[in-house]
């Protein structure tokens, strides 16, 4: 009995740490540089572990890790929107900004 009871709080616990990280999807409608690496166009899953972006490609669940300066500002987003300025037949990223919370991600 003792062991079950420990056991569930143990999970309780951990569920809550790993509900914690938050995930944006964005979507590229052509190639995007984003630092040093390019992604395909298509829909993705961001979330920050610290100084990095990691975004995960939803429909073939490959992952690419990017660099990122975390900035937290006074207005709160509506939506998850890119900046970024076209080079050619790709989007060089500059900065997404996090739909429902104050962050932005620097590239």
């Keep these: 009995m003792k062991k079950t009871f420990v056991l569930s709080i143990v999970l309780s616990l951990s569920s809550f740490l790993f509900a914690g990280t938050k995930s944006y999807q964005v ?3 052509s190639t995007a540089k984003i630092g040093s690496i390019k992604l ?3 829909e993705y899953s961001v979330k920050v572990d610290g100084t990095n972006a990691i975004f995960t490609n939803t429909t073939n669940s ?3 890790t990017a660099p990122v300066k975390v900035e937290n500002g006074t207005k709160k ?3 998850t929107a890119v900046d970024s300025t076209k080079d050619g037949d790709s989007e060089n990223v500059k900065a997404i900004e996090l739909g429902g919370s104050t962050t932005t991600l620097e590239f």
Aim: cysteine-free.
């Design 40 to 42: 395909a166009p298509g």
């Design 62 to 64: 490959k992952k690419f």
């Design 77 to 79: 987003f509506q939506v």
């Design 27 to 29: 979507v590229f409608t």
